[in-house]
């Protein structure tokens, strides 16, 4: 079988998506399921030269809408070598291209394979009624009027990472009328065997740090909707009350205006001598890959991620199938899984939330360990969502 995954970006930096490709893919060429990725990228990339799959890549993409002449002709071209299309993120150009592809193959009489749509999150109304996002909500509301709605609605189905966010899928729009919902689950492989190694990457990676020391985690996109700041006041709070609080790693790209106001404001925090944070206790090491990404989860007390909206969380994934214990928030679409495992702490977005959380995750101890790889490998082990896939691709082949 030949599936082909369309999305804009493979570049791990961008988030889940991407990232979720790397685990996945090995794991359905194992059942005998082949997968081909045409993304937007830049031939020349570096990430495209270490990559674990094919990969087909017609970029650079022009625009924020990922527009691509390369894109249509390729489809037209190569469409019915597939036995499913899967698209992987909507409000961009490939979803449109998609639908033009089909429709022009459709008047010639031709085959054309059944597409199902991953929208990673993207259909949670959090981006339609988050303050901070009004532009980008009117963006979305005429982008799913004209484009996006027969994508989604004319598709064989739309495939989803938990029941979360199905549920909260259904809420955004009113005239969200798929042909079928599918929560096939998400996954990640298993981590690779701690070594020593991993721990002097990390080291070397974030030097402000002894890596012997505890310390709390942080490792996602430095983002807003990531409640870094929220994050770094709840954490503010801990310190004055001089309550016993591990040093915090933050871990994600560095560069962009957000993560450098989060410097500032990591600066402005100070403890009880009067002493910055960002000098004393918090550390940005920028983005971890590879050995000193996993030293630092393997190192960690614990894991944090406050987000204001996560579909998933592929971080908080690793950082349970590493053995730590993680405080999220009920934002985050896992959390009743991982409630239900007794794998961690959720609350709610707010800084009074967090401060509770971290009080209360910092009292467990090493049992915690084997809650949270029982949870990954009942949720979230990346064979299961594999074979969820794997039976849903197969049932249109029939």
Known sequence: MRVLRLITTVDPGAGGPAQGLQGLLPALDSMDIQNEVVCLDLPSADFLQTRCFDVTALGPARSKWAFSSHLVPWLLKNLSRFDCVILHGLWQFPGFALRKAINQLKKKGERVPPYFVYPHGMLDPWFQEDSSRKLKALRNVFFWKFFDRSVVNESSGILYTCQ??????????????????????????????????????????????????????????????????????????????????????????????????????????????????????????????????????????????????????????????CGKSVLITDKVNIWREIKESEAGVVVSDTEEGVVEGLREILKWDSFSEKKSIDCYCLNFSVDGAAKNLENLIREYEK
Not at 239 to 265: Q, T, W
């Open 164 to 321: 979360e966010e199905m549920v909260l899928a259904r809420q955004t729009f009113p005239d969200y009328d798929p042909i079928g919902e599918y929560n096939i689950g998400y996954g990640i492989p298993k981590p690779p065997v701690r070594t020593s190694k991993m721990k002097q990457a990390f080291g070397a990676s974030c030097k402000t740090l002894d890596p012997d020391k505890p310390f709390l985690l942080f490792l996602s996109r430095i983002h807003p909707k990531k409640g870094v700041d929220v994050l770094l006041r709840s954490y503010h709070k801990m310190v004055l009350e001089n309550f016993d609080v591990p040093d915090l790693v933050v871990a994600g790209p560095l560069g962009c205006r957000y993560s450098s106001e989060m410097k500032i404001l990591a600066g402005e925090c100070t403890d009880s001598s009067g002493v910055s944070l960002l000098d004393s206790k918090v550390h940005f090491c920028g983005m971890l890959q590879g050995d000193s990404k996993w030293g630092a989860f393997y190192c960690a007390r614990a894991f944090v991620l406050p987000s204001h909206q996560e579909n998933f969380g592929i971080a908080v994934v690793e950082a349970l199938a």
